[in-house]
């Protein structure tokens, strides 16, 4: 996640090129390539965008991840002594830099004041000595810690099933939004990571890759079959594939940072999910949200353990609540608007959900399994949270912020009575 990252090559699973970056069978189509070996197109993403990006958001995971945040090498890496602030100092055989490993953070006094604030839904200006960017900074720290909490980030088995999911939040007290990714582990329901599109510096992030859109793509049927077409037709009119429209996000004028197109965002997202969890994770299901720049986040984040079938990826429509008892209908649907794409349909009196495996044939008792709830929890965790309405009047700097900390409150609320937070 700290090395310099170049996405531009085949997604089709199956594919002689797929994960293969500069292929001679590449052919140029405008602002797309053309992979002749397989037919389909897919569109280039800047490489230098995508990496100034992730350079400015993943500073906050420096000595979080088991990984040298200077050249990104996670073997060589051997502990160096102790830092003045008793943390390990860990060193890195490849460049021979050092860097401070954040195994645990004591939670500083005005912090958990702060953090009780967010807890109780109070506003914060009325903390004693209110002062709005020493209030950043202080979110900012306690994001830092939240990251550093291991009921953050850890796995909690060799396999694991993944719900990826999204929702867009206001901030500045105004109509503008913030794109948001969630990952959520099913077994544990533990938020394993969080992303926003807001970058703290602009500067560094080409303009054709900063968001612009002021309308919002809708969706109007609820029903899941209806949805995949509906989803489906509504990609194809976009003039790139990842050119998602979720509604308007202007910054103040004295905002230094930047919004960026969610297509960065997801593709940074399922980086952190790989690097959080790949050390303790055997095998992998991801379900995720049906959306093209999704999948070749997740893809690309996966791609040597989707080619060694360590890692399965599927599209997910979903609405209403399972009955565990009651059996399932089953149907099979077929969308060739942009894709080829398969999708078993399962259904109860009161639930149905449409599931496409992207990555290979997967058995049926697998895909009926398939489920974004544990994500659309979390994100329903927000939105009745008592801190959500001081929440959309806050920086979306500080947005970020808090959402990353909510998330720590989440998995301390779902882990066992016998674990403290």
């Not at 050390?279 to 060694?308: K, P, W």
Request: net charge positive; glycine share 6%; with cysteine.
């Amino acid at each position: 996640m700290f090395r310099y990252t170049d996405v531009n090559s085949c997604k089709t699973f199956g594919c002689r090129n797929f994960g293969v970056l500069n292929s001679p069978s590449y052919a140029q189509r405008g602002e797309n390539i053309l992979c002749q070996a397989c037919g389909f197109h897919f569109p280039v993403i800047s490489a230098a965008a995508f990496n100034a990006f992730k350079a400015q958001t993943n500073r906050g995971y420096h000595g979080v991840v088991w990984a040298c945040p200077y050249c990104g090498k996670r073997d060589g890496l051997a502990r160096n002594g102790y830092a003045g602030n008793g943390q390990q100092r860990v060193r890195c055989a490849g460049c021979r830099k050092t860097f401070v490993f954040y195994e645990r953070l004591r939670v500083a006094p005005h912090l958990s004041q702060l953090a009780d604030m967010i807890r109780a839904g109070q506003p914060l200006h009325e903390r004693p000595g209110f002062s709005p960017k020493a209030t950043g900074r202080d979110l900012q720290q306690l994001a830092f810690t939240a990251r550093v909490s291991p009921f953050l980030a850890r796995p909690f088995t060799l396999e694991a099933t993944f719900a990826t999911a999204t929702f867009s939040i206001n901030f500045n007290g105004s109509p503008n939004r913030l794109y948001v990714i969630v990952t959520v582990e099913k077994k544990s329901d533990r938020v394993i990571a969080l992303t926003t599109n807001y970058a703290l510096r602009s500067a560094p992030i080409p303009f054709e890759y900063r968001y612009s859109a002021n309308e919002e793509e809708l969706l109007v049927s609820q029903e899941p079959v209806a949805r995949i077409f509906a989803k489906d037709r509504l990609m194809g009119r976009r003039a790139l594939f990842f050119d998602a429209r979720y509604g308007a996000a202007r910054l103040k004028s004295n905002d230094a940072g930047a919004i960026v197109k969610p297509v960065l965002a997801a593709y940074r997202h399922f980086e952190i999910v790989k690097s959080l969890t790949q050390n303790a994770v055997l095998y992998v299901q991801h379900y995720i949200e049906h959306e093209c720049f999704l999948y070749g986040g997740c893809l690309m984040a996966n791609r040597d353990d989707v080619t060694s079938g360590h890692c399965h990826i599927a599209f997910v429509h979903e609405k209403g609540t399972r009955a565990p008892q009651r059996p399932f209908r089953s149907d099979i649907v077929t969308s060739s608007i942009i894709w080829n794409d398969v999708w078993r349909c399962f259904s109860q009196p009161d639930y149905q959900m449409a599931v496409c495996s992207l990555t290979g044939p997967q058995r049926i008792s697998e895909l009926r399994e398939a489920t974004l709830q544990p994500a659309h929890r979390f994100i329903d965790f927000i939105h009745r949270h008592p801190f959500y309405p001081q929440l959309l009047r806050l920086s979306p700097a500080n947005v970020g912020a808090v959402l990353e900390f909510l998330a720590t409150d989440y998995n301390c609320g779902v882990v066992k009575p016998e674990v403290r937070c």
